[in-house]
């Protein structure tokens, strides 16, 4: 049970907190503090007890000040300590109902997540399915360091595999057999892939090409001894006569018959383009058509394509060609010997050759020029017949050239025809899985391969313990949820609830456990969770007082549920907030029968009428009541506090009169000035007997100040008490002789009841 609160500093709005020596709790202890006085700070400190969370207050550190974080509580007789760091002492179990909770557990605004369920499922299933839930996630972590160890493992091992260039599975590695006499075995398997792929490369290495061979002269100066066989000697002999007559002094020489040749396609003009005669007369245009007949255009053709053939190597194609074909040969052959020891003698002189075929190859078109020009004619032989043989004699080079190629082709493929044909590929992943074999059984790999398999096992292991647990949990779920969602929907039924809850088994789908269940609303299932904001859901069927209502069901069912509630502290945190009223009673009654069952209820409030309605419910030999006070800037304390007597009709208490001022500028200020120092002395004289007499007023209270060390803690108001005693020293609690009258501004004397409230936080 907790006894008592000695110190706690730097936590919330708690920059110093302290109890009188005498204050002590009891198995039901009731605590008012008005709102933002720091209710919630004290359940953040049990929590974080109860946690062992130092987090928790770490993150609630008082702003804007020095010094460290403490907490020291008295606990079964035994203290329990924070400095700033860690928690020491006893850690007793305690229970708290919160907005906390509501957030962790139930909802955060309107939103129900997935957080919300596992947190709510660990709840549900209590120590027992926690502890399974503890054991499944150290599990899924052992799971995941083993799989990152694994992961590592077969990384070193498939990388082995892949530098033998072997496509092989971890196991299939692993369950590698030992490899008798390895290195011998290995030696001869090389051999074997040595020798097949020479063969491969012999039967894929790429044989020499032959060269262009040029036509022959024969074929190439045959049109030097044909002529137009339509042609009549008459009809040339008339034609040259024409052309003779007209052709004197035209700027651009022309042969003859070339131009008019090309004349012929103005046959339909007036005039000859050429000659200026008229052409009305259709004898010359007879004499053209019969003399450029099919013949004449054929020989024409024949001439021209040759000039063209003898025009490339004049540019330099042929000796282009010669050249690269040749290099290309040479490293073919030299490539193929190497491979097979069958060479080549294949020569040619490129430039040589090259140079002759070019020089030939100029004269015959100077011939072939002339024959362009009198295509009628025939050339003699003598002409061409010197540059004809040279021609010839190049070609003989090159064909000579290409037939020692094409032999030593066939001796190529006579040689692979000759070989036997292995399967490379199978030759090489024999001796890949040879070589793993050998690698395999290496000191260093084995000791891998030995802590992977250790590796699996425990993986297996985990796996199994894993399945155990989670059906182990299953088993403990339904048990608790069995009664559980009856239990809730019986709360909920007394609390006036327009729903009800169906729990399910958990969902399993994460790392941790959920809880599933479902809202059901005139007896139709609505999901807690939805994304879709048109879907029914948590978020839109239920009003704040219901999802607050739903929280206080679920807090209440599982403590009531928790088998070690005999030694749980319930903290209960404004559990009333945004309910309606009429559950008011109802709430008081649950507490009531938690104060037979628990160690100790404590509840913090700030409705005095709640609290009373406690007070007057609940066994008043076990209750103790106290309330936050503050008494000086920075300052608070738990003091006793009369629940009855701050419970009395509003407008009977001085405070309270003061309040409505500030609040409606109810009173006369006059009475209201002089309440302030009423409403100090009240404050004072209650905070602590032992210093101030029943009858002390403020006067006295300063002086006792002044005379107090430092640490006191109402030490921090004496300053603001002088100022407050100066405003109010005409205004005492009776006339005072000779005193000068004087007015009162409402605006002043507000701000005056605002200090006063503020160093009176926590009082009747």
Same mark, same amino acid.
Request: no cysteine; charged share 30%.
């Given at each position: 049970m907790l006894q008592k609160i000695i110190d706690i500093q730097k936590i919330g709005r708690f920059e110093k907190l302290t109890a009188p020596g005498a204050l002590r709790f009891s198995k039901v202890t009731l605590i008012f503090g008005e709102n933002g006085w720091g209710k919630s700070t004290l359940a953040d400190i049990l929590r974080s007890l109860t946690r062992n969370h130092p987090d928790i207050i770490k993150g609630r550190k008082t702003l804007a000040t020095g010094g460290s974080q403490k907490v020291l509580l008295l606990v079964d007789g035994q203290q329990c300590a924070f400095d700033g760091a860690v928690?020491?002492?006893?850690?007793?179990?305690?229970?708290?109902?919160?907005?906390?909770?509501? &957030?962790? &557990?139930?909802? %955060? !605004?309107?939103?129900? %997540?997935?957080?919300? #369920?596992k947190r709510q499922? !660990? /709840?549900?299933?209590?120590?027992?399915?926690?502890?399974?839930?503890?054991?499944?996630?150290?599990?899924?972590?052992?799971l995941k360091e083993v799989g990152q160890e694994l992961a590592e493992k077969d990384q070193y091992l498939t990388t082995i595999s892949a530098a033998l260039n072997l496509r092989m599975t971890t196991d299939a590695f692993s369950d590698l057999a030992v490899l008798d006499a390895a290195?011998?075995?290995?030696?001869?398997k090389e051999v074997e892939v040595r020798r097949a792929t020479e063969k491969e490369q012999i039967r894929l290495a790429a044989l020499p090409h032959i060269v262009p061979v040029p036509t022959s002269a024969a074929e190439l100066t045959a049109v030097f001894r044909q002529t137009p066989d339509q042609v009549t000697t008459d009809l040339h002999r008339t034609l040259q006569d024409h052309v003779a007559r007209h052709a004197t002094g035209h700027p651009t020489p022309v042969a003859q018959e070339t131009w008019l040749e090309m004349g012929l396609a103005f046959d339909a003009a007036y005039e000859c383009p050429y000659c200026g005669q008229k052409l009305q007369d259709r004898s010359l245009l007879d004499l053209y058509a019969a003399y450029f007949s099919e013949a004449y255009k054929s020989l024409a053709g024949s001439v021209q394509q040759r000039r063209k053939t003898l025009e490339r190597y004049g540019r330099g194609d042929f000796r282009q060609a010669l050249a690269g074909t040749t290099d290309s040969n040479r490293a073919v052959i030299a490539n193929l010997k190497a491979l097979t020891g069958e060479g080549s003698d294949a020569v040619l002189d490129v430039t040589e050759i090259a140079t002759r075929m070019e020089d030939a190859a100029a004269g015959l078109d100077l011939v072939f020029q002339s024959k362009q020009e009198d295509l009628v004619s025939q050339i003699e032989e003598s002409v061409y017949e010197t540059l004809a043989r040279q021609w010839d004699e190049g070609r003989a080079a090159v064909v000579a050239y290409n037939e020692e190629i094409a032999a030593f082709g066939q001796r190529i493929d006579n040689i692979r025809r000759v070989q036997e044909s292995a399967n490379l590929g199978s030759l090489r992943n024999e001796l890949a899985v040879l070589q793993?074999?050998?690698?395999?059984?290496?000191?260093?790999?084995?000791?891998?391969?030995?802590?992977?398999?250790?590796?699996?096992? *425990?993986?297996?292991? /985990? $796996?199994?313990? *894993?399945?155990?647990?989670? !059906?182990?949990?299953?088993?403990?779920?339904?048990?608790?949820?069995?009664?559980?969602?009856? +239990?809730?929907?019986?709360?909920?039924?007394? /609390?006036?609830?327009?729903?009800?809850?169906?729990?399910?088994?958990?969902?399993?789908?994460g790392k941790e456990p959920a809880a599933d269940y479902s809202i059901l609303i005139n007896r139709t299932a609505v999901p807690p969770r939805a994304d879709d904001i048109a879907a029914p859901s948590f978020k839109n069927t239920l009003s704040s007082a219901d999802k607050s209502v739903l929280a206080l069901a679920l807090f209440l069912a599982t403590v009531n549920s928790d088998r070690n509630l005999a030694e749980t502290i319930v903290v209960l945190d404004d559990p009333f907030t945004s309910m309606d009223e009429f559950r008011r009673t109802f709430t008081? &009654?649950?507490?009531?029968?938690? +104060?037979?069952?628990?160690?100790?209820?404590?509840?913090?409030?700030?409705?005095? !009428?709640?609290?009373?309605?406690?007070?007057?419910?609940i066994d008043q030999g076990k209750i103790t009541s106290c309330a936050i006070q503050t008494g000086a800037p920075g300052i608070a304390s738990l003091a006793a506090f009369d629940l009855e007597k701050a419970t009395q009709p509003r407008?009977?208490?001085? $405070?309270? *009169? #003061?309040?409505?001022?500030?609040?409606?500028?109810?009173?006369?200020?006059?009475?209201?000035?002089?309440?302030?120092? *009423?409403?100090?002395?009240?404050?004072?004289?209650?905070g602590d007997s032992e210093i101030f007499a029943p009858d002390e007023l403020l006067d006295g209270i300063i002086r006792k100040l002044e005379t107090l060390p430092a640490d006191y803690r109402y030490k921090g108001a004496l300053e603001e008490l002088r100022e407050i005693n100066f405003y109010t020293r005409n205004f005492h609690h009776a006339p005072v002789a000779g005193s000068v009258s004087e007015s009162t501004s409402i605006e002043e004397l507000r701000t005056y009841c605002r200090r006063v409230r503020e160093l009176t936080r926590g009082s009747p």
């Open positions: 928690w020491t002492g006893t850690r007793p179990r305690i229970a708290i109902f919160d907005q906390a909770f509501i &957030n962790e &557990n139930v909802f %955060s !605004g309107d939103s129900v %997540s997935l957080d919300h #369920m499922y !660990g /709840l549900v299933v209590g120590a027992e399915g926690v502890a399974l839930i503890g054991q499944a996630v150290d599990i899924d972590r052992q290195d011998e075995q290995i030696a001869s793993a074999r050998r690698k395999r059984h290496e000191a260093a790999v084995a000791t891998i391969v030995d802590e992977r398999r250790t590796l699996l096992s *425990k993986q297996k292991k /985990l $796996r199994a313990q *894993k399945e155990d647990l989670r !059906g182990k949990l299953t088993a403990h779920t339904s048990r608790v949820t069995s009664t559980l969602g009856a +239990t809730i929907n019986a709360y909920l039924d007394r /609390l006036g609830a327009g729903f009800q809850i169906d729990y399910q088994p958990p969902n399993y789908k008081v &009654n649950e507490i009531n029968k938690l +104060t037979d069952r628990a160690a100790q209820v404590i509840v913090l409030s700030h409705e005095l !009428g709640f609290l009373r309605l406690l007070w007057d419910r407008h009977e208490t001085e $405070r309270m *009169k #003061m309040i409505n001022f500030i609040d409606a500028t109810e009173g006369e200020p006059g009475e209201i000035r002089a309440l302030l120092r *009423k409403v100090l002395e009240h404050f004072y004289r209650n």
